[in-house]
Each structure stands twice: as C-alpha cells, then as structure tokens.
C-alpha cells in the first residue's frame, strides 16, 4: 500500500526565511511518481513539480527547490525567502506507475504561514 | 488551454437528497479522477474514468457514483447524502492516466465544487 506522511501540520515563519516542507513515503512499487501541489485558499490544487523514482536529480525552480532521495524515501520541498504570497497548504502526493492508474496518494498537507 | 472546471462551485443540500456535481477536463485530456478533501479525512480518491469507464475505484460506499461522456467530460453523483459528504469534491483531469508500467500522467486540478449537508 502506498502512504505519504507529512509530518508537520503547520509552519509559521517571517517573510525572507527559508522554509523546508517534509515529506517521507511508502511504496512497494519500484517505478512511482511524486507531486507537490499548493492549495491556497481558494481552494484549487496548484501542481508545482513531478519527480520520477528513476531520476534522483535534485531541482531548482527559482524560489524553490526539491530535495530527493530515495534512501530516505524522501522527497522535501524548500522555499527560499519566504514571501507571503507563499502562504498556503502544501501536499505532498504519490502514484504507483504499476497500478492505479489516474490515482495520487496525498499527505495531510503542511498549512505554511508566511508573516509580513 | 483552459483549465479544469467544476460546477457548481458551491452547493447546500440536506440530508438524504442527492447531487451531481460536474467537471470539464482540459481539452484533449481523457482521464478524470474525483477526490474528496475533508479536514478529517484530507484528501481521499474516489474513482477514475477513462473513456467512458471507471478504470480505478477508491474506497468510498456505493452512494458514491460517477460517469464520464464522450467528450470526457465527467459527473459525479452522491445519492442519499449524509452529514459526513460534506466537503471539497475536487476533480482532476490528465492527458491518459496510465499505468501499467508506462508511467503515470500529471493531474491537474480544478476549483473544486463545496458541498454543505444540513
């Protein structure tokens, strides 16, 4: 069974901090995909990134950058200079390429507050 | 392209009353899946279809029901509601889904529609 832990519920931090969202998963399947989506309150899941298990390469996106590593099953987001319009619930997701097809395994999410 | 949409937005039922609620995927995409976002339950798969079948199923009850059209637009429809269906229904659509090895499609997501049960 696939499972994705988000273990901190919530993050406050002042604007120009860096911010890192955990995120650890469990999958039996040796091909699989992982997700981060920004849900601000509007309420729309916003895709930020997809990383395939088989490329392990580290990625940068201006502000932000993704953490991967698959010893640790981990795969951690951080936003560097924090800014408020970064305030939002962040998820963390996981499909198995074996099955489940047009199905993702969501984290609890990581509501992050981000104070002027 | 114009991006996923659902409607109705927002919805105020009672309980025992049925809905559908409705989602337009991106153009040219042909999978659409439906979640349900509750702050006890978070996000949780409720089914995907793929032209015009249901290919994955979550573990939601029976009252929980969904079709997809030719033009893959999707509905998804929740007979004899209960307090508890209260939530974010959201829909995401993708350019195949797949799986089986081939690799999987990103999804991506509409507004979701709000459903209140009274």
């Known amino acids: 069974a696939q499972k994705v832990t988000q273990a901190q519920t919530e993050i406050s931090v002042v604007e120009k901090e860096d911010v890192t969202l955990d995120c650890v998963y469990e999958t039996r399947d040796t091909t699989y995909y992982l997700f981060w989506y920004k849900q601000p309150p509007s309420g729309e899941l916003v895709f930020l990134i997809r990383r395939n298990s088989f490329d392990e390469q580290n990625e940068i996106s201006g502000r932000y950058s993704w953490n991967f590593q698959k010893s640790t099953s981990s795969f951690n987001f951080t936003i560097t200079a924090s800014q408020v319009v970064d305030s939002a619930v962040y998820f963390c997701?996981?499909?198995?390429?074996?099955?489940?097809?047009?199905?993702?395994?969501f984290g609890d999410g990581t509501t992050l507050t981000v104070k002027p | 392209k114009a991006g996923v949409t659902q409607t109705p937005r927002y919805l105020i039922k009672t309980r025992g009353q049925q809905v559908t609620l409705s989602c337009s995927p991106i153009s040219g995409h042909r999978s659409v899946s439906w979640y349900q976002q509750t702050p006890g339950q978070g996000l949780q798969f409720l089914f995907e279809?793929?032209?015009?079948?249901?290919?994955n199923k979550g573990n939601f009850p029976g009252r929980f029901s969904g079709r997809q059209f030719s033009n893959s637009r999707s509905e998804m429809n929740v007979s004899t509601l209960e307090l508890g269906d209260s939530a974010l229904y959201l829909c995401?659509?993708?350019?195949?889904?797949?799986?089986?090895?081939?690799?999987?499609?990103?999804?991506?997501f509409g507004p979701g529609t709000r459903l209140t049960v009274l």
């Open positions: 995401a659509s993708s350019p195949e889904g797949l799986a089986g090895g081939r690799g999987t499609d990103t999804q991506y």
């Open positions: 997701a996981l499909s198995e390429a074996r099955t489940n097809a047009g199905k993702s395994t």
């Open positions: 279809y793929f032209s015009e079948t249901q290919r």
